[in-house]
């Protein structure tokens, strides 16, 4: 098969990689991307096009991984060209957000959900699958490293299990953070590090851990608490915790792509005034 991937970033490139592995060409487009982008589908082997329209020509699927927030509005281009095939959409977004392309896109809408990182391992990442069209898409993968798993033919299935699963790890990562730059405000962060010590054994060391790994991709985390958020107001269930744990994540977005980034620098940018960091 000749499948799109819109886009080849860190997490759309585990995806691009498995349909590679499985025998297809995956194409990208240049257009408007990133040189880090470029480099990642340069190593991975996919193919370039310039331009949105001329990835179609003889495609047979699109696979559309990007921030949650441009989720719609990379479909509504791919529409916009006239493309008429499969269409795989494995972003982190609420099940009314999945409903939503859903109506546009008929029996064409497969609905995704990725849990887990990059995947360079057998059994640290799934991609789930649901909706009609949850089936055939199974069938593109054959391969060792990325699990693929159908949950049914709902067309939100897979977004719902995202957010939930979503809605602990991130956001009990925000949360952790929040509380430690709490104590830091309060002039208490000796005093709560020593009843960590005694009650609360490796928390301290999760605090520096979280803090390295999700300072460079806060910004697209921010999004995704939107769409959680979401998620649970539309179940009736209160959505404010999510919706703070996307301020910690927007307060955190000027440390994008800094790799060298430690909980100092991540307290210092919770705990700047809305409005104020550098951008």
């Known amino acids: 098969m000749n499948i799109v991937l819109l886009h080849p970033g860190q997490m759309g490139v585990t995806i691009g990689q ?16 990133s040189q880090q982008t470029r480099q990642r589908a340069h190593r991975s082997g996919f193919t370039e096009t310039a331009e949105l329209i001329e990835a179609f020509d003889g495609a047979d699927a699109v696979v559309s991984v990007c921030p949650p927030s441009e989720a719609q509005s990379v479909m509504d281009q791919v529409l916009g060209c006239g493309y008429q095939g499969l269409y795989l959409d494995a972003n982190a977004v609420a099940p009314e957000t999945a409903q939503a392309m859903a109506r546009k896109l008929g029996d064409r809408y497969i609905d995704g ?16 699958l649901s909706g009609s069209g949850a089936d055939a898409a199974l069938k593109w993968f054959d391969d060792d490293i990325l699990g693929v798993v159908t949950i ?20 009990s990562s925000a949360l952790l953070l929040a509380v430690r730059a709490l104590a830091c405000s309060l002039n208490v962060e000796d005093a709560l590090l020593n009843e960590w010590s005694l009650s609360q054994a490796g928390l301290e060391t999760r605090a520096k851990a979280t803090a390295r790994g999700t300072a460079a991709k806060a910004w697209r985390f921010s999004g995704e608490m939107a769409e959680i958020a ?3 107001a539309g179940a009736g269930l209160p959505n404010g915790f999510h919706l703070a744990a996307r301020e910690i994540y927007d307060r955190m977005g000027p440390l994008k792509d800094s790799a060298d980034a430690d ?17």
Request: aromatic residues 6%; proline residues 4%; hydrophobic residues 40%.
């Open 152 to 171: 049914g033919s709902d067309a939100s299935a897979a977004s719902s299990l995202k957010m939930c699963y979503a809605a602990y790890t991130k956001g």
């Open 113 to 128: 959900g990725i849990i887990g990182p990059p995947a360079q391992t057998a059994g640290s990442t799934r991609l789930y």
């Open 230 to 232: 979401t998620t649970f």
């Open 263 to 279: 909980l100092e620098l991540v307290m210092n940018a919770i705990l700047q005034t809305p409005g104020t960091a550098d951008s």
């Open 18 to 33: 498995a349909l590679l592995r499985s025998g297809h060409e995956v194409r990208w487009v240049a257009q408007g991307r």
